[in-house]
């Protein structure tokens, strides 16, 4: 069981914060992040419109492929968060939401953050590395 990586992706669709991990995931350009974030961002917006149900569905929550998932956090403000973990990875969702009780707490309190900029704050890294460390959970 592992974490892979984390991203941020602002409303827009531009990534704020990208970082990996574990071994396990290509290692990509910062151009192809951005590319791969904008794309997720598009996939989102796409999936949220296809529930049978008008205005019921937030999008895609869990992407999964052969060897990975993706599971997503929609917030209120449009801000995703997406956890890159193994299949057998079981607390992915609730790792998720403290990713974002972290953001809310470091990132949207910092006086000097500017909101949907690249994230850049110690703090911040510092907190995700104590929640997730090198993506190995036990």
Do not use: C
């Not at 974030?37 to 019921?56: D, E, Q």
């Not at 992407?63 to 449009?78: A, P, Q, S, V, Y």
């Not at 949907?116 to 190995?136: Q, V």
């Amino acid at each position: 069981m592992a974490i892979f990586g984390l991203w941020v992706i602002n409303k827009a669709g531009g990534l704020v914060y990208q970082r990996n991990f574990a071994d396990g995931l290509a290692q990509l350009t910062s151009n192809e992040y951005l590319v791969l974030a904008g794309t997720l961002h598009g996939i989102h917006a796409i999936t949220s419109r296809l529930s049978p149900i008008p205005g019921a569905s937030s999008g895609a929550q869990v992407i999964e492929g052969e060897t990975f998932k993706m599971n997503i956090l929609l917030t209120l403000t449009g801000t995703k968060f997406v956890l890159l973990s193994s299949l057998a990875e079981p607390s992915a969702d609730v790792t998720l939401q403290k990713v974002y009780d972290v953001y809310a707490d470091a990132v949207m309190k910092n006086p000097f953050h500017t909101p949907e900029m690249p994230i850049r704050i110690e703090g911040f890294d510092n907190r995700i590395t104590a929640l997730i460390g090198n993506g190995h959970m036990a």
